[in-house]
């Protein structure tokens, strides 16, 4: 079992940046891709960014690119997703998950966390 923590989430301006955090605890944490989620009320759960175990290979959703920076310390036990020039769109709950490989869909991943809210204000 691996267990994940989100932090970092909040009310934000647009225009503003935020940085998303997930501790893992459990099995070794260096053996699983890491991935980032949101989903908000009414919809299905949207990819948003993946790194691989080694942290060299990252995947972002075209709506994020070049916006969020998706990275892990595996000395740490933990994955980020900094996000910056945050849009009224990106309000969503973020949700941090650990699969064997980088997939989109969230079927493939096999553990989540609980979710942290992220809301961008107009």
């Known amino acids: 079992q691996v267990q994940l923590v989100e932090s970092g989430g909040g009310l934000v301006q647009a225009g503003g940046s935020l940085r998303l955090s997930c501790a893992a605890s459990?099995?070794?944490?260096?053996?699983?891709?890491m991935g980032w989620f949101r989903q908000v009320p009414g919809k299905e759960r949207e990819f948003v960014a993946a790194?691989?175990?080694?942290?060299?290979?990252?995947y972002y959703a075209d709506s994020v690119k070049g916006r969020f920076t998706i990275s892990r310390d595996n000395a740490k036990n933990t994955v980020y997703l900094q996000m910056n020039s945050l849009k009224p769109e990106d309000t969503a709950v973020y949700y941090c998950?650990?699969?064997?490989?980088?997939?989109?869909?969230?079927?493939?991943?096999?553990?989540w966390g609980q979710g942290t809210q992220v809301t961008v204000s107009s």
């Open positions: 998950a650990a699969g064997p490989i980088i997939m989109t869909t969230p079927t493939y991943w096999n553990y």
């Open positions: 790194i691989n175990w080694s942290g060299d290979s990252t």
């Open positions: 459990g099995r070794t944490f260096s053996n699983y891709a």
